[in-house]
């Protein structure tokens, strides 16, 4: 079982920045690819980055590329978020999520995803 805490989320201008932690309960969180993604007021939960388990491979949603980065420290059991030249279309509750199945791929398919934080609420103003 794995339990997934986010934080990091807030206010900021357009413009700035914000990183998202992602905390797992599961010492054994490393074997699992991971992903972040949002939900917008009124809008369906949508992908916006995945990693790998090891931290190989990463993936974005074109609208977020170039500007987030997603990355994982095994050590603790940690996956960030880092989020730079936020625009205000990027506000949404963000969410981490982390797959089924040890040592299989991390996708952009939200079905693929089993472990589930709460979410963390980012704001950007204008």
């Known amino acids: 079982q794995v339990q997934l805490v986010e934080s990091g989320g807030g206010l900021v201008q357009a413009g700035g920045s914000l990183r998202l932690s992602c905390a797992a309960s599961?010492?054994?969180?490393?074997?699992?690819?991971a992903g972040w993604f949002r939900q917008g007021t009124g809008k369906e939960r949508e992908f916006v980055a995945s990693?790998?388990?090891?931290?190989?491979?990463?993936d974005y949603t074109d609208s977020v590329k170039g500007r987030f980065t997603i990355s994982r420290d095994d050590a603790k059991n940690t996956v960030y978020l880092q989020m730079n030249s936020l625009k205000p279309e990027d506000t949404a509750v963000y969410h981490c999520?982390?797959?089924?199945?040890?040592?299989?791929?991390?996708?952009?398919?939200?079905?693929?995803?089993?472990?589930w934080g709460q979410g963390t609420q980012v704001t950007v103003s204008s």
């Open positions: 990693i790998s388990w090891g931290g190989g491979f990463t």
């Open positions: 999520a982390a797959v089924h199945t040890p040592f299989t791929g991390a996708t952009s398919v939200l079905d693929d995803y089993y472990y």
């Open positions: 599961a010492g054994t969180f490393k074997n699992y690819g």
